[in-house]
């Protein structure tokens, strides 16, 4: 199971012998280095903390639940979570959410996308390609934050990360973007993805939550990200 360095270390928790393979085979044709586990039991053998770099989690194990698992690492553990699910399991990716993922893919899946998102998640966590610089015109200020938006990612006064899952900065990008305009939430709902068809208000209320305790020095009082009642949410860059 020892990786070289420069080939993070992916934990497979798949109760599916084809999907492992499958999963396992993508994973080194890309850079990784994959360790298979067909049950939470499997996860947990490899160690405390277990020596990996991210967790991709399917949702349905048999027998037992992948969210308890991501939970379980979200509570001890430093670890990116990426989560599959099946069609339909709308639920499961709000929960997922709730629990910290920080992001999740619908099977099936395009392998590119699945790969983009690991990499894009493990950015966030400090793994992969050097930082690129910061360019004119590709940071948009609001408050004492700051989105670098060729890097993705949310910067504080210092420079440094103010982690956010794919979601979370998908949906703050927007939000910049359409400053002071009332955004409704088939639009928001629309702009995470056309997977996401139910249960919307419980999704984007979650997103919205988990938003606010990362931008706003006070969330229950928001200056930046406010709702407008019946009528969906308004951003806005200088404090109102």
Same mark, same amino acid.
């Given at each position: 199971?020892?990786?070289?360095?420069?080939?993070p270390?992916?934990?497979?928790?798949?109760?599916? !012998?084809?999907?492992?393979?499958?999963?396992?085979?993508?994973?080194?044709?890309?850079?990784?280095a !994959?360790?298979?586990?067909?049950?939470?039991?499997?996860?947990?053998?490899?160690?405390?903390? !277990?020596?990996?770099?991210?967790?991709?989690?399917?949702?349905?194990?048999?027998?037992?639940?992948?969210l308890?698992?991501?939970?379980?690492?979200?509570?001890?553990?430093?670890?990116?979570i990426?989560?599959?699910t099946?069609?339909?399991?709308?639920?499961?990716?709000?929960?997922?959410?709730?629990?910290?993922?920080?992001?999740?893919?619908?099977?099936?899946?395009?392998?590119?996308?699945?790969?983009?998102?690991?990499?894009?998640?493990?950015?966030?966590?400090?793994?992969?390609?050097?930082?690129?610089?910061?360019?004119?015109?590709q940071?948009?200020?609001?408050?004492?934050?700051?989105?670098?938006?060729?890097?993705?990612?949310?910067?504080?006064?210092?420079?440094?990360?103010?982690?956010?899952?794919?979601?979370?900065?998908?949906?703050?990008?927007?939000?910049?973007?359409?400053?002071?305009?009332?955004i !409704?939430?088939?639009?928001?709902?629309?702009?995470l993805?056309?997977d996401?068809?139910?249960?919307?208000?419980?999704?984007?209320?979650?997103?919205?939550?988990?938003?606010?305790?990362?931008?706003?020095?006070?969330?229950?009082?928001?200056?930046?990200?406010?709702?407008?009642?019946?009528?969906?949410?308004?951003?806005?860059?200088?404090?109102?």
């Open positions: 199971m020892q990786a070289d360095k420069s080939e270390l992916i934990a497979i928790v798949d109760d599916d !012998p084809n999907m492992r393979e499958t999963l396992s085979a993508l994973m080194r044709d890309s850079g990784f !994959p360790t298979c586990c067909a049950d939470i039991a499997g996860f947990h053998a490899l160690g405390d903390p !277990p020596p990996v770099d991210l967790a991709l989690i399917d949702l349905r194990l048999r027998g037992e639940s992948g308890t698992l991501a939970i379980h690492i979200r509570e001890r553990y430093e670890i990116p990426v989560m599959l099946g069609v339909g399991d709308e639920i499961d990716k709000i929960i997922g959410l709730e629990t910290g993922a920080d992001d999740y893919l619908i099977k099936p899946f395009n392998p590119r996308e699945l790969v983009a998102r690991i990499r894009a998640v493990l950015r966030r966590y400090g793994h992969g390609t050097a930082r690129p610089s910061v360019s004119p015109g940071d948009i200020a609001f408050g004492t934050l700051r989105i670098d938006v060729q890097s993705r990612r949310l910067l504080d006064t210092e420079g440094e990360e103010i982690p956010l899952t794919n979601a979370e900065y998908r949906l703050l990008e927007y939000f910049a973007k359409n400053p002071d305009r009332v !409704p939430r088939p639009e928001l709902l629309e702009e993805g056309s996401m068809q139910r249960y919307v208000d419980r999704t984007i209320d979650v997103l919205i939550l988990r938003l606010r305790r990362k931008i706003e020095k006070v969330p229950s009082k928001p200056v930046h990200l406010q709702t407008r009642r019946a009528q969906g949410y308004i951003f806005h860059l200088a404090a109102t």
